[in-house]
């Protein structure tokens, strides 16, 4: 089974693994890389205090050890996937082939990925070099108890890699067009000003926060954070919510509330973008509550983003073009680990209804993985 990339995938497929996944799907993933002679590593956290909504988290380490311990090349990845939602036209994890695709939820996000990733080192003998999969169950949620305890674990235990494949769908028009060798970091923003409540006709008697709340988002929709980078497009800030309590059309509210999305290059960090806003804010008498979920990384191109266009040219013919657009995507914490780059699937049905992978790129995409992993562990 863990040799055919099409079997592999619609074993993945037909466990049912919304974010956060655990259970059938791993002990899937688990029987494959035994059987391929990797230790395999499980281990769930996250589990929050009883009544709260936090779900426990499994994640999987899976390790085979060359007889030199380096180079040491790793595959990364996740079987959660996004609710299917309605109108399918078969079963979201009842893999079903029609015509040249395989359809189901994970067949590009990314559980076909991951069938390519065992079948590609199921032809690599073991005294090749190591090889690892780092895969998480909490990548398309909260992200919080998914590949960062990973790190920890593999640090842990001293498993760290040279180099680590990311195998998001980067591909846009065809397999192979485009790798990612960098994401920019994202950090959202909750604002808040206080204000007092009262009768609009005694307007002397309330505070309206609006107004002041209007002139902050006026304030930062102005901000020109950069001109971009000769690698990343420019910082963006975007206004995603306001909101004020009040259902009355005669009652000044009390409070004001809005929500920014921050996504910017290596020009910023998440810290000094919250500063900026911040003071930002307070001039105008409100509060700003940010949350950073990643900051922006590159891995300037060289021998690794090489090693992959080669493997890209020689099965596709096409040159991948490097690029750091796009969203955030695990690649942001196992940055920290190593040089980390993504190259995966076409991306036009990700999360989408009748998602949909063809079968010939699983077959390609095995053959892709498995020169980069051969010339990794030759390096």
């Not at 893999?95 to 559980?111: C, H, S």
């Not at 790190?151 to 769908?169: H, N, Q």
């Not at 999305?261 to 020009?267: E, P």
């Not at 992959?308 to 099965?315: S, W």
Request: hydrophobic fraction near 40%; glycine fraction near 10%.
């Amino acid at each position: 089974m863990s040799a055919d990339p099409l079997a592999n995938a619609r074993h993945l497929i037909a466990c049912e693994s919304v974010t956060p996944a655990r259970g059938p799907v791993f002990d899937m993933l688990e029987e494959m890389l035994a059987g391929l002679g990797f230790e395999v590593d499980r281990f769930t956290c996250g589990e929050g205090p009883e009544g709260s909504d936090e779900e426990p988290v499994e994640n999987l380490f899976a390790i085979r050890r060359g007889p030199q311990g380096s180079p040491h090349f790793a595959f990364a990845g996740h079987v959660d996937v996004v609710p299917p939602g309605e109108g399918w036209a078969s079963a979201p994890f009842g893999p079903e082939i029609r015509g040249d695709l395989l359809y189901g939820r994970g067949a590009v996000d990314m559980k076909g990925a991951i069938a390519c990733m065992v079948a590609a080192v199921a032809d690599i003998p073991a005294e090749a070099g190591t090889i690892s999969f780092i895969i998480t169950g909490d990548e398309e949620g909260p992200a919080l108890h998914g590949t960062r305890a990973l790190i920890d674990r593999m640090r842990e235990r001293g498993d760290i890699p040279d180099l680590c494949l990311v195998g998001e769908p980067t591909s846009v028009n065809r397999l192979g067009d485009v790798m990612k060798i960098g994401r920019r970091g994202s950090v959202n923003i909750w604002l808040e000003v206080e204000g007092t409540q009262g009768h609009v006709a005694y307007p002397h008697l309330a505070d309206n926060p609006m107004p002041r709340m209007v002139a902050i988002l006026a304030e930062l929709d102005a901000l020109v954070l950069d001109d971009g980078t000769d690698w990343f497009q420019p910082s963006n800030l975007e206004i995603t919510e306001f909101d004020v309590p009040n259902r009355a059309h005669n009652v000044i509210p009390g409070k004001a509330r809005a929500r920014i999305s921050i996504r910017f290059n290596d020009r910023h960090s998440g810290a000094s973008l919250s500063e900026t806003v911040t003071a930002i804010v307070e001039k105008h008498g409100g509060t700003a509550r940010p949350v950073i979920s990643g900051e922006p990384f590159l891995t300037p191109p060289g021998a690794f983003s090489q090693m992959i266009a080669e493997a890209v040219k020689a099965e596709t013919g096409v040159d991948p073009e490097p690029s750091t657009t796009g969203g955030t995507s695990d690649a942001r914490f196992l940055k920290d680990l190593c040089p980390v780059i993504e190259f995966g699937l076409v991306n036009a049905t990700m999360h989408k209804t009748d998602e949909a992978v063809a079968v010939d790129d699983l077959a390609t995409l095995t053959a892709i993985y498995r020169r980069i992993a051969k010339a990794a562990l030759s390096s």
